[in-house]
């Protein structure tokens, strides 16, 4: 079946030091990857996606690059910002299961100055 | 920008009513979903649905049912709230056919049953 895995927060950073969230995935077919992030008080926001192997997706100086050969979808930033504390989910999409999507648990973010 | 709107953003019930959440999505979109979130659990699918009038259990349906008579407005409802069931209510809708976009989300509806 299709899963998302994440590393389990709460992760606590430095303003200007650098971002790792590791997610990894089983799936059945060939999904498509998304970063979500959640700010508090609020719905879930698309980040970025990836929709087939090698794909960058990038967005607000964050990446992640998927990773067929590890399945994995690990989300990095070079300098986090105050404002970037929040939950980050990992998600992915199979087509052989129409649009549903498999969210992994969250990671929260909390960036101290 | 696709907007999806829920239509409370803070409720609070008693144990036993039946309570309505509505979502409402101005694109057009053709399949619209319900998750609840809990600390530690991530994001749970209740139901589900892929056009007006049609519905799909989630993994955890238990205690809702779903109503979809028009195509832009998805509502879950609690038949008997319980304690149990205080939660973040998440609603989300796509466009069908394109399975490489992203779902779509409301604001969420923050539920407390006492």
């Known amino acids: 079946g299709n899963s998302v895995t994440q590393m389990e927060g709460p992760v606590t950073l430095s303003e200007e030091a650098f971002l790792t969230i590791n997610c990894t995935y089983t799936?059945?077919?060939?999904?498509?990857l998304f970063w979500y992030v959640q700010y508090p008080g609020e719905g879930l926001q698309l980040l970025l996606k990836?929709?087939?192997?090698?794909d960058k997706g990038s967005n607000k100086g964050f990446e992640a690059t998927y990773r067929k050969e590890t399945t994995s979808f690990h989300l990095e930033k070079g300098s986090v910002q105050v404002s970037d504390s929040a939950v980050y989910f990992c998600?992915?999409?199979?087509?052989?299961?129409?649009?549903?999507?498999?969210f992994g648990t969250g990671t929260s973010l909390t960036v101290i100055p | 920008d696709v907007k999806v709107t829920q239509s409370s953003r803070y409720l609070v019930k008693r144990t036993g009513e039946k309570v309505f959440l509505e979502c409402v999505q101005d694109m057009d979109h053709e399949n619209m979903f319900w998750y609840r979130q809990d600390p530690g659990l991530g994001l749970r699918l209740i139901y589900f649905?892929?056009?007006?009038?049609?519905?799909e259990k989630g993994d955890i349906p238990e205690g809702y049912s779903v109503s979809r008579e028009k195509k832009e407005r998805f509502s879950l409802i609690l038949e008997s709230a319980s304690t149990n069931q205080t939660s973040m209510y998440l609603c989300a809708s796509i466009a069908g056919g394109d399975l490489h976009q992203p779902q779509h989300f409301g604001d969420g509806t923050r539920l407390s049953i006492l």
């Open positions: 649905s892929y056009d007006v009038k049609m519905k």
């Open positions: 998600a992915l999409s199979d087509p052989n299961t129409g649009n549903q999507f498999y």
């Open positions: 799936a059945t077919g060939y999904p498509s």
């Open positions: 990836a929709t087939k192997a090698d």
